[in-house]
């Protein structure tokens, strides 16, 4: 049985061109933008109401671009000090490495569920007074940075610091290290959905809970579910 050739009235490339996602378009229009007025390292873009208008797109869909050109390292989101140029995104090809990002974040989530759930049930058995006072010192940060606005980046990555360091375990340590970069990808994306910087600091709550109390199995399953909540990001989502 023959199947007939699409044929004008048949667009087959421009139904594949409208599965790109809005914020991918976005974050390609930031980037061309950013080249039209010669902006260089260092450079602070306009604050984010004024680019939405400029760009006829709204706040949401262009703070999500935003995250996805900070998560490929073309921008920086400072709380307080606006977006920042880290560099020229020169030749780069903004939604296939967006796109590649989003590819790999499956098998860094799996990762980090193997390791980081080890690693909470050892810090549960292991702990000492000193690690738990960083784990608090942790936790403190964020929450900090959270209630005056922050996303609570630099604490969340302390926090699980401290932890992998209360597990008294110098190749889960490295490993961590290792994967570290693919893991502040991950962080930085999750922090940017709305609500997630106060249930994240929750999750990190139950997981030091569980710690001090010294129960390994109430760490790990807490540590899972906290991965697990984090996990969801726009970028696995379906597109709508």
Avoid at 22 to 41: G, M, P, S
Wanted: cysteine-free; proline content about 5%.
């Amino acid at each position: 049985m023959s199947t007939a050739s699409p044929g004008p009235s048949d667009p087959v490339f421009p139904q594949r061109l409208m599965r790109t996602r809005l914020y991918e378009q976005v974050a390609e229009q930031i980037t061309a933008w950013i080249a039209d007025n010669d902006l260089r390292e260092g450079d602070r873009l306009p604050p984010e109401r004024e680019l939405a208008t400029r760009l006829g797109v709204s706040r949401a869909t262009l703070s999500q671009a935003l995250v996805a050109l900070e998560v490929i390292g073309v921008v920086a989101v400072r709380h307080g000090d606006g977006t920042i140029l880290r560099g020229s995104p020169g030749s780069t090809r903004i939604v296939e490495a967006i796109r590649s990002h989003a590819d790999r974040l499956p098998e860094i989530i799996e990762t980090r569920d193997a390791l980081e759930t080890k690693i909470a049930a050892l810090a549960a058995a292991r702990r000492s007074d000193e690690d738990l006072a960083r784990i608090d010192d942790a936790l403190d940060a964020m929450e900090a940075d959270v209630e005056a606005g922050g996303r609570g980046v630099e604490g969340d990555e302390r926090f699980h610091g401290a932890v992998t360091a209360a597990a008294h375990s110098l190749l889960l340590a490295r490993l961590m290290d290792e994967i570290g970069d693919l893991i502040k990808e991950t962080r930085i994306e999750s922090l940017s959905q709305p609500g997630r910087p106060r249930d994240s600091l929750a999750g990190h709550r139950a997981i030091a809970d569980a710690i001090r109390a010294g129960d390994p199995a109430a760490a790990a399953e807490a540590m899972h579910a906290h991965v697990a909540m984090v996990s969801d990001v726009a970028l696995l989502r379906p597109l709508q």
